[in-house]
C-alpha cells in the first residue's frame, strides 16, 4: 500500500498491538466455544487438538482477552463518552443507511454508533467473564445449579457479543478506508473529513 506523508495517525501500535490480541482471541474463544454449544459446531474442536485440548485452552485464552480488554477500555473509554451530538447521530442512522449523510451531526474521533457498541462490548465482556469464572470448574467447585446459571448466562452472552463482533466488522469494511487504520495505523484526510470531521479539524488545525 502506497501511504501519504499527509495520512492522518489514528492508532499507535501499542494501540493495534492491543487491539488485535483482543480480537485473535475473540475468534479462538467463538470457534472454540461453538465447538461446545451444539454437536454440529463440534468438528471445530479439532482447530484446537479436540474435544479435550479446546475445553483445556478455552478459559486460559478468555484470561488473555479479559485482560486485553481491560487495557484498551482504560484506553478507549474517555473518548467512547456520549455527547447530545452522538445521541442526534444515532436518531438519525437511518437517513445514513438510505445513502444520505448530509444532514449528520460532525462526528469527533469516534460516532454515536462506535460508542453504543463500545459500551455494548463493556457490558458483554464483564458478564462473559463474570459467569466464565463460575463455570470454570477446573478452579472452582461452585453448587451445580450456579453453574449450569453460569453457563446459560455465558452462552446467551456469547451469542449477543458474536452478532455485535460482526456488526464491528460489517462496518470496518463497510466504511472504505477503516480497517487500514487498526492495520497501518493511519487514514487518509479525505476518510477523516467526510466521517470524523470534527476529529479532522482537531488533527489539522483547520477550520
Ligand atoms: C476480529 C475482527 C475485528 C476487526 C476486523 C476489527 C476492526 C476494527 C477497526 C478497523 C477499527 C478502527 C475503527 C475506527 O478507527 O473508526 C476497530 C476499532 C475498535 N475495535 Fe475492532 N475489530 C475486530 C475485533 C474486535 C473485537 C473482538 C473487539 C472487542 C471485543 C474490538 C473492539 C474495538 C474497539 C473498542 C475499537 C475502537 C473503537 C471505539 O473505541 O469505539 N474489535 N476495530
Known sequence: MIRNPKDLQRYTAPERANHWVVGICFIL?????????????????????????????????????????????????ELNRMTPADREWLSRVGEMVDGNDHNMPVQGKYNGGQKLLFWALVVCMALLVISGIVTWRAWLNLPVV?????????????????????????AAIWVKGTIRAMWYGTVTRGWAKQHHRAWYRQMTGKS
Open 146 to 170: 450456579v453453574v449450569r446459571f453460569g453457563a446459560v448466562i455465558h452462552a446467551a452472552t456469547a451469542a449477543v457479543m458474536i452478532g455485535l463482533i460482526m456488526v464491528h466488522i460489517y
Open 29 to 77: 474463544l467463538a470457534l472454540s466455544g461453538l465447538a461446545f454449544f451444539h454437536p454440529a459446531f463440534f468438528p471445530l474442536a479439532q482447530l484446537f487438538g479436540g474435544g479435550t485440548w479446546a475445553r483445556i485452552l478455552h478459559p486460559y485464552v478468555g484470561v488473555i482477552m479479559a485482560l486485553s480488554f481491560v487495557r484498551m477500555f482504560f484506553r478507549f473509554r
